[in-house]
């Protein structure tokens, strides 16, 4: 197919030189009309202000003030500041202490409680006095008043919270209805369009910043649903609880948290996702409390060397560590070892997607589930429980000294079978099995993926293994097989994971 450019300019009103150069710009731009994609040629352009945007939605974002009596904490109650701690019989303690007593004229009185103020942001989201923040702006707050962009104020009470995701919905009583906004569709929005955030910095009030979406489902560590939606629009102290809008004017995020090495905005802030604030608000607006389903497992994330082991195309899913005996996951006959590769037709790309999945899953509904096992994929439906609020995760316990037992070395592993004296030093219940970890060398792989001594080596594979040998055994046939790695599931005070490591290394 051949493709045939005209150009033309009027050469009665340029010059020559003039008329050629607009000729080529001419071709350029019909080529690159003809030439992109057709989603690069109706991209939306950039907006040329912000104007009427902020001007419609100002009205519906709030500034929260809180209060809270604090007690002193010092000792005896003496107002003031600290005694600096010294040895005890210092003569500086003495000295500080004499000093202190003469600057205090009612020294044996007790402190009076004093009042912390905080300040942070929110948004109505019904007419009649519904208010959307972060839980950690109103956390331990006496009063909570609510100032609207006319400077009228309310005193606000508490519908609910939800201390996971870092939720709080007020409610105020206003004496007419209030302006309010509405969600959007957080999923839809994508990384590079336009984000404009409204809060309260500083208590400055009333403060407008633009940016762009920078980034989608961010992990900082704030708890176990973490889901952030990452902007460069100046995001400061204050701006906590404020709304991200898109450019139709929707909620598609709560601005919660920046990354900041100075405290102030560097371009780096986050935002709880909509679509995973609206059915927790909609539950506190409901009910005042938050409900999540459960599964009744652990996991961990499936690595490289995990998803070859397992026969796996490419790192993806939830590797299952461990199962709760009364759980859902018991009765539906998952098991330690199983990757699950989607939850409910939504596929596990990461293991974090899991207990979000989950968690937004109302209790006693059965969803599909497909998991990974023995190296095929596998059916299966869940009945997904109530989360108990109580559970909590197994600690990580203090490692314990090796020993000095005689040992077989394995992947760079010390290994023993377990003894009586072994399981009474080490503090090892009846119902544990398995082989004992008391060396790891510290360049090997094993010691690299965080694996300690006083570990215990549940299985090999998929097979338990009861004595050193029986690992030396199955290393060897993972040689054998031309394995590169091998997994081995470990436990450690009753909670179990897995590593993988290369075999060439034993």
Not at 262 to 268: L, N
Not at 318 to 340: H, M
Not at 483 to 498: D, M, N, V
Not at 500 to 505: D, H, N, R
Request: glycine content about 10%; proline content about 8%; charged content about 20%.
């Amino acid at each position: 197919m051949s493709l045939a450019i005209v150009c033309r300019t009027d050469r009665r009103h340029a010059p020559r030189a003039w008329a050629k150069a607009a000729r080529g710009l001419s071709c350029l731009a019909v080529l690159a009309a003809l030439l992109l994609p057709a989603g690069a040629a109706s991209a939306k352009p950039a907006p040329d202000g912000f104007a009427e945007l902020a001007a419609k939605l100002l009205p519906a974002v709030v500034n929260i003030s809180t209060t809270q009596t604090i007690k002193s904490d010092k000792p005896g109650n003496r107002p003031g500041p600290d005694i600096p701690q010294f040895p005890p019989g210092s003569p500086f303690e003495e000295f500080f202490k004499d000093f202190f007593d003469r600057n205090q004229p009612h020294g044996n009185q007790q402190a009076l409680p004093r009042r912390a103020t905080s300040l942070g942001s929110g948004f109505v989201v019904d007419p009649a006095g519904l208010v959307v923040t972060n839980n950690h702006v109103i956390a331990d707050a006496d009063e909570i008043t609510v100032t609207l962009q006319d400077d009228t104020s309310f005193k606000a009470e508490v519908v609910g919270r939800d201390t996971k995701v870092d939720i709080a919905l007020l409610r105020v009583k206003p004496t007419k209805p209030l302006i309010s906004v509405k969600f959007g569709d957080s999923d839809g929005t994508r990384v590079g369009d336009w984000v404009l955030a409204i809060g309260n910095p500083f208590g400055l009030g009333g403060t407008v910043t633009a940016g762009i979406l920078s980034a989608r489902a961010r992990e900082i560590n704030a708890g176990p649903y973490d889901d952030f939606l990452q902007t460069d629009a100046s995001i400061n102290r204050g701006n906590s609880g404020g709304p991200m809008f898109n450019m139709a004017g929707e909620v598609i995020g709560i601005n919660t948290a920046i990354y900041s090495p100075s405290g102030g905005s560097i371009g780096i802030g986050f935002a709880i996702p909509a679509n995973l604030a609206r059915p927790i608000i909609e539950q506190l607006r409901s009910g005042g409390k938050v409900e999540r389903g459960w599964l009744g497992v652990r996991i961990q994330p499936v690595t490289a060397g995990i998803a070859e082991s397992l026969g796996l195309d490419k790192a993806r899913g939830a590797l299952v560590t461990d199962v709760d005996n009364d759980g859902p996951a018991s009765a539906a006959q998952i098991q330690a070892g199983d990757v699950v590769l989607a939850f409910d037709g939504k596929p596990i790309d990461r293991s974090r997607q899991l207990p979000r999945l989950v968690a937004g899953t109302p209790s006693g509904r059965e969803v599909p589930v497909t998991l990974w096992r023995d190296g095929k994929e596998m059916p299966i439906k869940v009945t997904v429980g109530l989360l108990d609020p109580r559970k909590l995760a197994v600690a990580r316990p203090p490692e314990p000294e090796p020993e000095a037992e005689t040992a077989v070395t394995a992947l760079g592993l010390s290994l023993v079978q377990i003894t009586p004296q072994l399981r009474q030093r080490y503090h090892l219940g009846e119902g544990v099995n398995g082989v004992l970890v008391v060396g790891v060398a510290g360049d090997a792989p094993a010691a690299e993926q965080g694996v300690s001594p006083g570990d215990i080596v549940a299985t090999v594979g998929r097979d338990a293994v009861a004595t050193p040998d029986d690992v030396v055994k199955k290393i060897s046939a993972a040689r054998e097989a031309q394995q590169h790695s091998i997994l081995l599931r470990l436990e450690r005070k009753g909670a179990g994971r897995y590593v993988a490591l290369p075999v060439e290394q034993g």
